[in-house]
């Protein structure tokens, strides 16, 4: 459970002896949707098929497929492989000396430790992860307007029922390109190879993970997540982490669930993180994300916080136009909430940022430059505070997120303004008020101005 943060400057160093892009989460990091069969190592790559004829031969194609091996043998060589573009915008910016998530990703506990190893496997073709998250289904209770029929069945339900948003520059959220993409999801009914694939692996699977986590969808609202509870409590795994994803917005019951398993589970493994996602505060967040109460998700957080003290506390950030106005005032709570609950250990309660990419019509670049400064001016005064305020001997705000919270602006104005997104934008926001009347009223518009 002990590990020492290795120096940035020094992790880029050791990364550069093997290439110039070369990232350790290739192979020591995962993400599996079952659900539609897909695959990538982190969340910034799109996903592409698994191969049933793979799995047929090699239980971990579920995460070592040949389309992986490739990728990494561009990085092994040098290659800026084209489905980390991600990182690759961050690190050819003509201005400063950029360190992109690879280099974070190759640093963590989950990475360093294994990079002597990672070398010697070359394309790891039956590579053991150290981290692996999945996806069961895509069973959710919102239709956040950046997400996607695969991932959402709210958002399935939407799309067939009214067809895709026909915008000037793209049609959004089209079944028939899920169809063209093979990335239409398993039906709960449905026998889904994938996911027996993922059960016949998961007695060896678990022995060796030091870290796993169930997204989603909505993971509470999925049978086999409980089932993977029930699992872990019955047959302990003393040094894995344990994660789930929620939004926190599901019915009372399940949160009641949630926490009585959480308990059962203390002492059966390392650590238990929740998971969840909020970008801001107030009506742009229920605007945004179609199905939140934001006075419920609060409240759901304290409740886990005070009933179970000994889980961490995740919240991640997708950060879009609709953000712009309040994520330092979430950056703020999670600090309070860090004075209250963190005791002596800050990072029991996290926060990443992460900027949105896809759809391009909601992301930073749409905005005007003086937009974005006009907003940034809070987000640096807030981050300078933050960061200069101490909390049991830190940083009140982390390094890691400070720096992140940078690199977001820095991107942010460096890349060129995308006028055909703002276009998008606007159609957009018009057709969801036209299929959802009762969000008309949380709209932002400021940004439709910007």
């Not at 990703?105 to 990475?111: C, E």
């Not at 699977?205 to 169930?214: A, D, P, S």
């Not at 609709?322 to 703020?332: D, E």
Request: glycine share 4%.
């Amino acid at each position: 459970m002990n590990f020492k943060i290795i120096p940035i400057k020094q992790i880029r160093d050791e990364l550069s002896e093997v290439s110039p892009t070369m990232c350790l989460a290739k192979w020591t990091q995962g993400t599996i949707h079952l659900n539609t069969g897909h695959t990538h190592s982190c969340h910034h790559p799109a996903t592409h098929k698994i191969p049933l004829s793979e799995l047929e031969t090699n239980l971990s194609a579920l995460h070592n497929t040949k389309h992986k091996q490739k990728a990494r043998q561009d990085m092994l060589n040098g290659i800026q492989t084209p489905e980390c573009e991600y990182c690759w915008k961050i690190e050819n910016l003509t201005t400063g000396d950029h360190d992109s998530d690879r280099t974070f990703k190759s640093r963590t506990s989950w990475s360093y430790p294994r990079f002597e190893e990672v070398i010697q496997s070359g394309q790891g073709s039956e590579f053991f992860p150290s981290y692996i998250e999945v996806n069961f289904d895509n069973t959710c209770n919102f239709r956040c307007l950046y997400c996607s029929p695969d991932v959402s069945s709210r958002w399935m339900e939407d799309s067939q029922r009214h067809g895709p948003y026909k915008l000037p520059h793209t049609a959004f959220n089209d079944i028939e390109y899920l169809k063209a993409t093979d990335k239409m999801p398993y039906q709960s009914k449905e026998v889904n190879p994938y996911v027996d694939a993922f059960w016949k692996w998961w007695p060896e699977l678990k022995q060796k993970l030091t870290h796993f986590r169930i997204t989603g969808g909505e993971p509470l609202l999925s049978k086999n997540t409980w089932k993977l509870i029930e699992d872990l409590i019955a047959s302990p795994q003393p040094t894995l982490d344990f994660a789930i994803n929620t939004n926190l917005c599901v019915p009372d019951e399940l949160i009641a669930r949630l926490i009585s398993k959480i308990n059962s589970l203390d002492n059966k493994v390392a650590r238990i993180t929740i998971f969840t996602s909020i970008e801001g505060d107030g009506p742009e967040q229920e605007f945004v994300r179609d199905g939140m109460d934001v006075e419920r998700f609060w409240r759901n957080v304290e409740l886990l916080l005070d009933q179970c003290p000994n889980i961490r506390l995740a919240y991640m950030t997708t950060v879009n136009v609709f953000s712009l106005k309040t994520l330092h005032h979430l950056a703020t709570r999670v600090v309070e909430q860090r004075a209250a609950y963190a005791s002596d250990d800050i990072h029991k309660i996290n926060l990443s940022f992460n900027y949105l990419r896809y759809p391009a019509f909601l992301a930073l670049p749409t905005m005007s430059k003086a937009a974005l400064e006009q907003c940034f001016v809070h987000w640096r005064r807030t981050l300078e505070s933050l960061s200069n305020k101490s909390l049991y001997g830190h940083a009140a705000l982390t390094s890691q997120e400070s720096e992140a919270w940078e690199r977001m602006m820095t991107w942010a104005l460096e890349v060129p303004r995308d006028t055909a997104g703002k276009e998008d934008q606007v159609e957009f926001i018009k057709q969801v008020c036209v299929r959802r009347p009762e969000l008309d009223a949380n709209i932002p518009r400021w940004v439709l101005d910007n």
